[in-house]
Nanobody, 127 residues
Framework: QVQLVESGGAVVQAGGSLRLSCAAS????????VGWFRQAPGKERTFVAA????????DYADSVKGRFTISRDNAKNTVYLQMNSLKPEDTAVYYC????????????????????WGQGTQVTVSS
């Protein structure tokens, strides 16, 4: 099973940028969907972005489209979330998740579509 470790969360001013990383260990991201979700205090965990590791196609929530970019580095077995033009409403704990495509049980915008989760990294955007 793949193990996930997120990093890169920080406190940043509105309009700033951050890059989150999701590193895999135990096995490669090959044949996986990898997604980013976020959860603000008192709210549900929601979809941010996803990538098909093998093909490279991506998907974004409307709230982040044009500001966030998900990408992958095959050599480092890492998925990134580049976040630009950050807003206070982007403040949340960001989670990386992975699912072997052969074991998909739901779409990649759903938390039910992933069985492996990282520990989360805090992103705080100040106004």
């Amino acid at each position: 099973q793949v193990q996930l470790v997120e990093s890169g969360g920080a406190v940043v001013q509105a309009g700033g940028s951050l890059r989150l990383s999701c590193a895999a260990s135990g096995r490669s991201f090959s044949n996986h969907n990898v997604g980013w979700f976020r959860q603000a205090p008192g709210k549900e965990r929601t979809f941010v972005a996803a990538i098909n590791w093998n093909v490279g196609n991506t998907d974004y929530a409307d709230s982040v489209k044009g500001r966030f970019t998900i990408s992958r580095d095959n050599a480092k077995n890492t998925v990134y979330l580049q976040m630009n033009s950050l807003k206070p409403e982007d403040t949340a704990v960001y989670y990386c998740a992975a699912q072997l495509r052969a074991e998909l049980t739901s779409g990649w915008r759903s938390t039910y579509g992933y069985s492996r989760w990282g520990q989360g990294t805090q992103v705080t955007v100040s106004s």
